[in-house]
T-cell receptor, first 115, second 111 residues
Framework: GAVVSQHPSRVICKSGTSVKIECRSL??????MFWYRQFPKQSLMLMAT?????????EQGVEKDKFLINHASLTLSTLTVTSAHPEDSSFYIC???????????FGPGTRLTVL | GDSVTQMEGPVTLSEEAFLTINCTYT??????LFWYVQYPGEGLQLLLK?????DKGSNKGFEATYRKETTSFHLEKGSVQVSDSAVYFC??????????FGTGTRLTIIP
């Protein structure tokens, strides 16, 4: 079946550095991908919708200059957390839209820890 | 706007017990409804879905029926196992738009 992968699965970085997270659709093309953030024991918060070849659409309250999204190909979207701070520590999950029947296929998530 | 209200957890059951996790929704259109499961440290996996009223989604012994009259999509399983311990999310989506999630219900099954 269709699979979405994320890399890295876990990253620890120093405050002030930038971190890039990759989201790939395996064996299928994803024109639309989504980026979520999940705090411990909470639901998913949609950050942005990423469309191949165009600018991402950010949800209200999400800083687009802080969380840079690039969807340069039909199988890859990237999220870059710029100048990361400890409050950016979280579990970041991406997903790809399923064209038939609705819904999304989710990646395994990336745990970011900013020291 | 669209919203999903989900039974608050945590829920703790003994193995082989009957499970129900309630989910109700409000939507302006005709949504598809989903249940996702998240195991510790992992992303979400689609458990089952229903795309129109009276449809029943089923997978791995879990079932949920799309009830338009009560705007509900309750998740049920007749006999739970320890391996079912996870967080369960109810969600709705209209067309190909973004998903709206419930708050999640943490389920723990004890042997």
């Amino acid at each position: 079946g269709a699979v979405v992968s994320q890399h890295p699965s876990r990253v620890i970085c120093k405050s002030g550095t930038s971190v890039k997270i990759e989201c790939r659709s395996l064996d299928f093309q994803a024109t639309t991908m989504f980026w979520y953030r999940q705090f411990p024991k909470q639901s998913l918060m949609l950050m942005a919708t990423s469309n191949e070849g165009s600018k991402a659409t950010y949800e209200q309250g999400v800083e687009k200059d802080k969380f840079l999204i690039n969807h340069a190909s039909l199988t890859l979207s990237t999220l870059t957390v710029t100048s990361a701070h400890p409050e950016d520590s979280s579990f970041y999950i991406c997903s790809a839209r399923v064209t038939s029947g609705g819904g999304q296929i989710f990646g395994p998530g990336t745990r970011l820890t900013v020291l | 706007g669209d919203s999903v209200t989900q039974m608050e957890g945590p829920v703790t059951l003994s193995e082989e017990a009957f499970l129900t996790i309630n989910c109700t929704y409000t939507a302006t259109g005709y949504p598809s409804l989903f249940w996702y499961v998240q195991y510790p440290g992992e992303g979400l996996q689609l458990l089952l879905k229903a795309t129109k009223a009276d449809d029943k989604g089923s997978n791995k012994g879990f079932e949920a029926t799309y009830r338009k009259e009560t705007t509900s999509f309750h998740l049920e399983k007749g006999s739970v196992q320890v391996s079912d311990s996870a967080v369960y999310f109810c969600a709705l989506g209209i067309g190909n738009e973004k998903l709206t999630f419930g708050t999640g219900t943490r389920l723990t099954i004890i042997p």
